[in-house]
C-alpha cells in the first residue's frame, strides 16, 4: 500500500485515476434518492468510494459536510433496501471538503434504490455507469442461497440456447424468447440458472445486456 505524506496527496491520487467501476466523483449531493441508486450499484457489484465534492472534469469544489452526510444517510436508510453500509472520511484540501464514502460490496444482493415512482429497482457498476439491473441478475442473486447440491437439469430449452452459442457470438433474452418459443419468466429462470454454474455470462454491449459462453480456461500442458 502506498504511503502518502498529506491527506491532499492521498486525494489528488485518486482523483487522477478519474471515475471507474470503483469510483464516482459528485459535486455535491442534493437528492437523496439519486445517490441511493450510487450506493444500490456499488452494493451489487464490486463496492467502491464516493468522492464528493469533485466535479466530473476532477477539480476540487468542496461540500458542506453535516449537510452531505446526512443527505447520504438518508439515502442509505430510507431509500434503500436492505439498507446499505458505509464508512465516511473527510478530507481539507486548500480549505476545502471533500467526502469518501466507501461502500463495501453487499452481502444481501439485491439492493434496490427507490425511485421517484416510490419503485424500487437494483443497479449495476459497469465501468463509471450505474446501470439497470436485469430481471436475469436479479434471479442469479435470488438463487445464491439455493442448496449447494442442487445440479442442473438439461432440457431441449438448454441444450439449444448452448447450441446457438457455440454457432454466434451472443444472444439476448428477448431474442431467445423469440427464437424458441420460451416464456419470458422461464428463459429468466434458465438464463440465470445457467450463469450460476458458470456455463454463460452476461455482456454489456450498445445499452443492452447480451449473454454469451463464459470462456473456459485452456488446459495445462
Partial sequence: MKNYRTDAEYLRDLINQGEHQQQDFKFEISDARKIARSLSAFSNTEGGRLLVGVKDNGKIAGVRSEEEIYMIEAAAKLYCKPQIEFSVRNYTVDGKNVLEINVPEGSRKPYCACDDTNHYKAYLRI?????????????????????????????????????????????????????????????????????????IEPVFRERKFHFRLTPQPLPAK
Avoid at 130 to 153: C, D, E, M, S, Y
Avoid at 154 to 169: G, I, V
Fill in 127 to 199: 465501468k463509471d455507469e450505474n446501470i439497470l439491473a436485469t430481471a436475469v441478475h436479479i434471479r442469479v442473486w435470488q438463487l445464491t442461497n439455493a442448496p449447494k447440491g442442487t445440479f442442473i437439469h438439461y432440457s431441449s430449452r438448454e441444450q439449444a440456447l448452448l447450441d446457438y452459442l457455440n454457432d454466434h457470438e451472443q444472444i439476448s433474452l428477448s431474442r431467445y424468447c423469440k427464437l424458441f418459443s420460451v416464456p419470458r419468466f422461464k428463459a429468466i429462470n434458465l438464463f440465470a440458472q445457467l450463469i450460476r454454474f458458470n456455463l
